[in-house]
């Protein structure tokens, strides 16, 4: 267990699972590298963190869509930082699944924010942890990851290939002490959700954060958030295809 | 999939709701909506934080710190931050909101529009008295700030303008100085409303924050009882003074949702003044002090669905306490008493807003549960009596009182108008205007 306050770097900190997160970690002092696209966004919230606790407030500014930047903006945090102990990836949109079927434009786009943008920071970022032999590697998959649905299976493809990804770097990492966490979560209400009617299953992303923070201090490896989706996709995740491919989901 | 839809009122639709993270977002619903209304936490407990005929917005996720200068106390937020949150970071830093309502699930945005007052009102007024600077989003003038000397009508406008005159987005507040996070209480009952004077005389001067619990079960002839407490910051930081043991007695709700009700109301009253038989002092930490009730987060849900109402009113000192007597005694006769009443004399600092609800007098704070027709009528007869005595109510409890009852309550309103932003709109402004 780390002894003082982490140094957190964060992609995609303007999302609202992020924003959570980090004020999490503002609270126990820690200080924090934001990245994300919009500087003005980014700027509110630092000052925000700042007054909340956070010793140290870094910004970065990146479109992730932009591959040739990663190296960039991961280096500069080195730097900045000189150690990174918490790195979590939290950007992300949702897919229009009905646009993405009939639009290849947009459907390549999509893949390449959920998909290759999360992967091309992991991979990076993998090295820069594995040479430190310490930190955690975290980044917000989904459970629409574990099985493709026709609803949604642009989104869920992205994220499938993250979580596979994920897996094979705690494989790899395991030996270097370095903690990677696969997120997923269930229905979270965030903006990127906005449209959708709410049932009982969905939550605030405090929730979904806490959740996080617990699983990174308990070293680990898969969280479900809630907790129920575990149990939820275990059973989806049993149908056999046969029968699976005919349902309405 | 039914759902409490303000403190008080229960409804079977979930009305339509908004949220927004950043200015530029609220920007563009701002732009693309005709009726709209700002909402904080909804722990008002009638209509004015609704708006079911047109768009909702809510601000909880709008809740930023902008700036806090812990060395003078200063400090600036977005309108949706909690006053929970508010008070985490302020209190470890020395500083206290000046004034609190009796709970911390609210917005600093809903403690503008609805011009809050608290224990300390003696002292400290309302606070509105206390904002330095607000910003406000209006739908021709865009972005726009007024404090007290900038766009002064204005600014009296929107304190305790229900979020009518353009959607609150910036608060710059001045804190108070606290020396600890603990204050030092006493309890003393008192069996009349004489007796209940003279402690407020008595104590207004010497104690910061005063208010006393009525014994709903002691409404008989003339013998009003309950308990008085007044409090004060404790002096310097002596945590190890921590005495406060949070008995849930504490708490007048105690009674499971299928229990709360007039047997188990007159057990609670019996035990709760049999416990504060004798006076007491304690020191409690600030939460168990200001925000008893915060303890159950959902207290609410104990009246069950049909909801319940709050009554409360504002009557001069003159005659004031006579007005109760009455009131108190019309509950009796309905065999309806409140099941919890909560008294408080208001002092003569004059409120900033234009539309602000407390003036020097009494004011008295009780809940009903909805029984329907009969509670309206009981509510409309103490309406008669709080009008004839030059009284008011207070919006952020009303659900039901008369477009005609607020028109000679609130004659004011006619100037308020014109600040209105006419994008915006709420239930109970409908409703009054009706």
């Given at each position: 267990m780390r002894e003082s306050a982490p140094n957190v770097l964060v992609i995609g900190a303007t999302s609202a699972i992020a924003i959570e997160l980090l004020r999490r970690y503002a609270k126990d002092g820690a200080q924090l590298y934001l990245v994300g696209r919009d500087p003005v966004r980014l700027r509110a919230l630092r000052d925000d963190l700042v007054i909340r606790g956070a010793c140290n407030v870094h910004i970065g500014i990146l479109d992730i869509a932009t591959f040739t930047e990663h190296q960039a903006v991961i280096d500069n945090a080195v730097v900045t930082m000189a150690k990174i102990d918490i790195t979590i990836i939290a950007h992300g949109t949702l897919t229009v699944q009905a646009r993405a079927q009939t639009d290849q434009a947009y459907l390549l786009r999509e893949m390449n924010v959920n998909c290759l943008g999360v992967i091309s920071m992991l991979s990076l970022l993998a090295n820069v942890l594995e040479q430190q032999k310490s930190g955690t590697l975290c980044a917000i998959s989904s459970v629409a990851g574990d099985r493709g649905r026709k609803s949604n299976y642009v989104y869920g493809a992205a994220k499938a290939g993250v979580t596979v990804f994920l897996q094979g770097l705690r494989n790899r990492l395991s030996q270097s002490?370095?903690?990677?966490?696969?997120?997923?979560?269930?229905?979270?209400?965030?903006p990127m959700t906005r449209e959708f009617n709410k049932t009982l299953l969905w939550v605030?992303?405090?929730?979904?954060?806490?959740?996080?923070?617990?699983?990174?201090?308990?070293?680990?490896?898969?969280?479900?958030?809630?907790?129920?989706?575990?149990?939820?996709?275990?059973?989806?995740?049993?149908?056999?295809?046969?029968?699976f491919k005919k349902m309405n989901l | 999939m039914g759902k409490y839809i303000s403190w008080g009122k229960y409804s079977p639709d979930s009305p339509k709701l908004h949220d927004y993270y950043w200015d530029d977002e609220l920007f563009k619903l701002i732009n693309n909506t005709a009726s709209v209304l700002a909402v904080g936490n909804r722990r008002s407990y009638g209509d004015v934080c609704l708006n079911t005929q047109g768009t909702t917005i809510v601000t909880d996720h709008y809740d930023r710190f902008l700036q806090f200068d812990p060395e003078g106390g200063i400090v600036e937020c977005c309108a949706g931050l909690?006053?929970?949150?508010?008070?985490?970071?302020?209190?470890?830093?020395?500083?206290?909101?000046?004034?609190?309502?009796?709970?911390?699930?609210?917005?600093?945005g809903g403690m503008v529009a609805n011009d809050v007052h608290g224990k300390n009102h003696h002292n400290a007024g309302t606070f509105g008295n206390h904002i330095l600077e607000l910003t406000l989003l209006r739908s021709k003038d865009g972005f726009t700030t007024c404090g007290p000397a900038e766009n002064p009508e204005l600014f009296a406008a929107t304190i305790g303008g229900m979020g009518l005159t353009g959607v609150i987005?910036?608060?710059?507040?001045?804190?108070?100085?606290?020396?600890?996070?603990?204050?030092?209480?006493?309890?003393?009952?008192?069996?009349s409303l004489d007796e209940f004077n003279r402690l407020?005389?008595?104590?207004?001067?010497?104690?910061?924050?005063?208010?006393?619990?009525?014994?709903?079960?002691?409404?008989?002839?003339?013998?009003?009882?309950?308990?008085?407490?007044?409090?004060?910051?404790?002096?310097?930081?002596?945590?190890?003074?921590?005495r406060d043991a949070g008995l849930p007695l504490h708490i007048p709700f105690i009674a499971p949702n299928a229990l709360l009700n007039r047997p188990v109301m007159k057990i609670f009253n019996k035990l709760y003044s049999f416990m504060n038989r004798q006076a007491r002092d304690s020191i409690k930490e600030y939460n168990s002090f200001f925000y008893p009730l915060d303890k159950i987060e959902n207290w609410n849900i104990l009246y069950g669905k049909r909801g319940f109402f709050q009554y409360q009113f504002v009557v001069p000192l003159n005659g004031g306490l006579a007005v109760i007597k009455e009131i108190l005694t019309i509950a009796k006769k309905y065999r309806h008493e409140p099941y919890l009443s909560v008294l408080k004399t208001f002092g003569t600092i004059k409120s900033i807003g234009l539309m602000s609800f407390p003036q020097p007098g009494y004011t008295l704070a009780m809940d009903f549960p909805n029984r329907g027709k009969i509670t309206l009528m009981m509510l409309s007869d103490f309406d008669r009596i709080v009008l004839a005595h030059h009284g008011k109510l207070y919006p952020a409890k009303d659900a039901r009182m008369s477009a005609d009852t607020f028109r000679r309550m609130y004659p004011q309103a006619e100037k308020f108008k014109e600040y209105i932003d006419p994008c915006i709109t709420s239930d109970f402004w409908r409703r009054v205007n009706a």
């Open positions: 002490g370095v903690q990677v966490l696969t997120v997923k979560p269930g229905f979270v209400i965030t605030e992303p405090s929730v979904v954060a806490n959740d996080i923070y617990q699983a990174i201090q308990r070293n680990k490896d898969v969280l479900y958030t809630p907790w129920f989706w575990r149990w939820i996709m275990f059973i989806i995740k049993l149908i056999p295809e046969r029968i | 909690g006053l929970d949150e508010l008070n985490v970071i302020t209190v470890a830093a020395g500083w206290f909101v000046p004034v609190t309502p009796g709970t911390k699930y609210v917005t600093l987005t910036r608060i710059k507040l001045k804190l108070k100085k606290v020396t600890s996070r603990q204050l030092y209480v006493e309890d003393i009952p008192f069996s407020t005389e008595e104590s207004d001067s010497q104690w910061e924050y005063t208010v006393s619990w009525l014994n709903g079960d002691s409404f008989t002839s003339d013998r009003v009882g309950g308990v008085f407490s007044r409090a004060k910051h404790v002096d310097k930081n002596a945590d190890h003074l921590l």
